[in-house]
């Protein structure tokens, strides 16, 4: 397909979806141009963006998304933007009686958000048309955004709530309080997959079918949904019902879901750790029936009560409890996994990456991801990867662990923020000829280190060259080996980095991910029914099963969930090969 632009519409529900959703967000905007000379970009900014125009004739380029969170969850964030504010008109009122004035102390914003306020007049950040040749023309504004995109921010200490580091405006239709529940607070919590559930009707649902008509209606070629969920809590349930809402009334387009769970939860307890896993369990297999596919995302390493550590990346100093540092890298994993479909050209629509992973109803499937990609600076990416000792460089993503020997029924790679240049050692006359230049794409060169460890497999690989950038306010969690570029320091130029006072800051790096679906999701899922299944919820969490679904209900979706399990026990691919036997085959 050539340059034409199938929209996306985005929906975000729950505080750790917005997080991961502002982080991946801040990303896109980080890559929009002003520079009407600049070719354009591989990936299709108007695929994710819209177009649109303030009362005051301003011309705004916002995120098409539909965000939900609790009341208290917005803190500084007005829910209906300043976009498209209009003059107040103080002659209005009628009321000629008494006025009583109450005042509360507004909460403080961080160093970002001020400095983003004194920009916001004409600053890069502001919303400015892409297409046109309006640019800002404060000298003075833009000095000190250049002076500002320098500048390195360490908000770990100031960041409540996803707000705090969102670094773009949303359109007034964009955000969605649900009043019901709390935030903060002990006290009317959204916990349970129930609650979720029957917030779904009334002005709630009213709300959400006239935003999406509002997306949906200016869109000329939608390919479908992306839905960021919350699925440790009650947003299990409202993400079940709201996917459910989107099969009944798009049908035909694709609905990729992926169910976001924090590696920590606020004021955890045993019992709410196994209400969290009940709520997984219910809203995964609910939303995988709605969707295209569903992807759990999480950097736990399990989704029951004792989970194993978190997976280790090696070049990277982030703190796993923070949901600033954890969303950040859901965000950057996202920002690549999703690639394939917001290209602008030769994109692979939604719905046939879905189908080519989603084969004979396993519609859940796996993440993993490498980041950054260790390549070393001066080096090849076929270089470094032969040399590694470790196997495959990616970690998990969805707390499932690959199986050697395994079989792979389908997967989705991609590689992207790595220049063409760096990825195979060129030929020297009067030497032997790697292999990998006699491929015909660049796609192909990473396919040929892919494919011995899963023979027989389908496997669709996508490379894009340029890199997600790393403005702030994104966090600085990388290791003194990573250079500015994200390739990792030779020895020498590693010495002087660990002696700089303060190292450079990391401006992009090389990612790459992998979607599959495999036998390893079978035994994952084997292990969720049976733990989840031997709950007594009576006895330990009489509350949950207060507000719905029934006790049948529940072991009528354990039923379901031993059944999808076994689905991935096939054996109609290739098997993953474990590194001894590569060896032992070179």
């Given at each position: 397909?050539?340059?034409l632009?199938r929209e996306?519409?985005?929906?975000?529900?729950g505080?750790?979806?917005?997080?991961?959703?502002?982080?991946?967000?801040?990303l896109?905007?980080a890559?929009?141009?002003?520079?009407?000379?600049?070719p354009l970009?591989?990936?299709?900014?108007?695929?994710?963006?819209?177009?649109g125009?303030?009362?005051?004739?301003?011309v705004?380029?916002?995120?098409r998304?539909?965000?939900?969170?609790?009341?208290?969850?917005?803190?500084?964030?007005?829910?209906?933007?300043?976009?498209?504010?209009s003059?107040?008109?103080?002659?209005?009122?009628?009321?000629?009686?008494?006025?009583v004035?109450h005042?509360?102390?507004?909460?403080?914003?961080?160093?970002f958000?001020?400095?983003?306020?004194?920009?916001d007049?004409?600053?890069?950040?502001?919303?400015?048309?892409?297409?046109?040749?309006?640019q800002?023309?404060?000298?003075?504004?833009?000095?000190?955004?250049?002076?500002?995109a320098k500048k390195?921010?360490?908000l770990?200490?100031?960041?409540?709530?996803w707000?705090?580091?969102?670094?773009?405006?949303l359109h007034?239709r964009?955000?969605?309080?649900?009043?019901?529940?709390n935030?903060?607070?002990?006290?009317?919590?959204?916990?349970?997959f129930?609650?979720g559930?029957?917030?779904?009707?009334?002005?709630l649902l009213?709300?959400?079918?006239?935003?999406?008509?509002?997306?949906?209606?200016?869109?000329?070629?939608l390919?479908?949904?992306?839905?960021?969920?919350?699925?440790?809590d009650?947003?299990?349930?409202?993400?079940?019902?709201?996917?459910?809402?989107?099969?009944?009334?798009?049908g035909?387009?694709?609905i990729?879901?992926?169910?976001?769970?924090?590696?920590?939860?606020?004021?955890?307890?045993?019992?709410?750790?196994?209400?969290?896993?009940?709520?997984?369990a219910?809203?995964?297999l609910?939303?995988?029936?709605?969707?295209?596919?569903?992807?759990?995302l999480?950097?736990?390493?399990?989704?029951?009560?004792?989970?194993?550590?978190?997976?280790?990346?090696?070049?990277?100093?982030?703190?796993?409890?923070?949901?600033?540092?954890?969303?950040?890298?859901?965000?950057?994993?996202?920002?690549?996994m999703?690639v394939?479909?917001?290209?602008?050209?030769?994109?692979?629509?939604?719905?046939q990456?879905?189908?080519?992973?989603?084969?004979?109803?396993?519609k859940?499937?796996?993440?993993?991801?490498a980041?950054?990609?260790?390549v070393h600076?001066?080096?090849y990416?076929l270089?470094?990867?032969?040399?590694a000792s470790?196997?495959?460089?990616w970690?998990?993503?969805?707390?499932?662990?690959?199986?050697?020997?395994?079989?792979?029924?389908?997967?989705?790679?991609?590689?992207?923020?790595?220049?063409?240049?760096c990825?195979v050692?060129?030929?020297?006359?009067?030497?032997?000829?790697?292999?990998?230049?006699?491929?015909?794409?660049?796609?192909?060169?990473?396919?040929?280190y892919?494919?011995?460890?899963?023979?027989?497999?389908?496997?669709?690989?996508?490379?894009?060259p340029s890199?997600?950038?790393?403005?702030?306010?994104?966090?600085?969690?990388f290791?003194?080996?990573?250079?500015?570029q994200?390739?990792?320091?030779n020895v020498?130029n590693?010495?002087?980095?660990?002696?700089?006072?303060?190292?450079p800051?990391?401006?992009s790096v090389?990612?790459?991910?992998?979607?599959?679906?495999?036998?390893a999701?079978?035994?994952?899922?084997?292990q969720l029914?049976?733990?989840?299944?031997?709950?007594?919820?009576?006895?330990?969490?009489?509350?949950?099963?207060?507000?719905?679904?029934?006790l049948?209900?529940?072991?009528?979706?354990m039923e379901?969930?031993?059944?999808?399990?076994?689905?991935?026990?096939?054996s109609d691919?290739?098997?993953?090969?474990s590194?001894?036997?590569?060896?032992?085959?070179?």
């Open positions: 397909m050539s340059g632009c996306i519409i985005t929906l975000q529900l505080h750790y979806s917005n997080f991961v959703g502002t982080h991946w967000w801040n896109q905007d890559s929009l141009c002003y520079d009407l000379d600049t970009g591989e990936l299709h900014s108007d695929a994710m963006f819209r177009e125009v303030t009362l005051r004739g301003q705004t380029y916002t995120p998304l539909i965000a939900m969170d609790l009341k208290g969850s917005l803190l500084t964030l007005r829910q209906e933007g300043i976009l498209y504010e003059e107040k008109d103080s002659s209005a009122s009628s009321w000629e009686g008494e006025v004035s005042k509360h102390t507004p909460p403080t914003k961080n160093s958000l001020q400095d983003l306020d004194k920009l007049n004409g600053d890069i950040l502001s919303e400015v048309n892409l297409h046109s040749a309006q800002p023309n404060n000298s003075e504004t833009v000095n000190s955004s250049i002076e500002r390195t921010y360490s770990e200490g100031s960041v409540k709530v707000s705090d580091f969102l670094r773009l405006h007034p964009t955000i969605s309080v649900i009043h019901q529940y935030h903060d607070g002990e006290a009317g919590r959204l916990e349970a129930g609650q559930e029957a917030l779904c009707k009334g002005p009213d709300e959400l079918e006239d935003k999406l008509h509002f997306f949906t209606e200016e869109c000329d070629y390919q479908g949904f992306q839905v960021l969920c919350d699925v440790y009650g947003f299990s349930g409202l993400g079940s019902k709201v996917t459910e809402l989107l099969q009944d009334s798009y035909g387009r694709g990729l879901t992926w169910g976001l769970t924090p590696t920590t939860y606020p004021n955890s307890t045993p019992i709410r750790e196994y209400c969290h896993m009940m709520n997984f219910l809203g995964m609910n939303m995988a029936n709605q969707s295209s596919f569903f992807c759990p999480t950097l736990r390493g399990g989704l029951g009560p004792r989970p194993a550590p978190v997976p280790e990346f090696t070049h990277l100093n982030y703190d796993p409890t923070l949901w600033y540092h954890s969303s950040a890298l859901l965000a950057l994993s996202l920002d690549t999703t394939p479909y917001r290209l602008r050209q030769n994109s692979t629509p939604m719905w990456m879905a189908d080519a992973l989603a084969v004979r109803g396993r859940v499937v796996s993440a993993y991801g980041i950054p990609l260790p600076h001066g080096t990416l270089d470094d990867l032969d040399a470790d196997g495959l460089p970690k998990p993503l969805s707390a499932c662990p690959e199986e050697p020997n395994g079989s792979c029924y389908g997967q989705s790679v991609t590689l992207r923020g790595l220049e063409k240049k990825l050692r060129p030929h020297v006359p009067g030497t032997p000829a790697s292999a990998a230049l006699d491929y015909f794409s660049d796609e192909d060169i990473l396919a040929s892919l494919q011995p460890h899963y023979p027989s497999s389908p496997m669709a690989v996508q490379y894009v890199a997600s950038k790393l403005t702030p306010p994104f966090p600085q969690i290791s003194q080996s990573v250079n500015p994200g390739l990792l320091w020498r590693m010495s002087a980095a660990a002696a700089a006072a303060s190292p800051p990391v401006l090389p990612v790459l991910t992998s979607l599959q679906s495999s036998s999701l079978g035994t994952w899922l084997s029914q049976s733990t989840a299944g031997r709950l007594d919820l009576r006895r330990i969490a009489p509350s949950f099963l207060a507000h719905g679904p029934e049948s209900d529940i072991q009528e979706a379901q969930l031993r059944d999808l399990a076994h689905n991935y026990s096939g691919s290739g098997k993953l090969q590194s001894s036997e590569d060896e032992d085959t070179d």
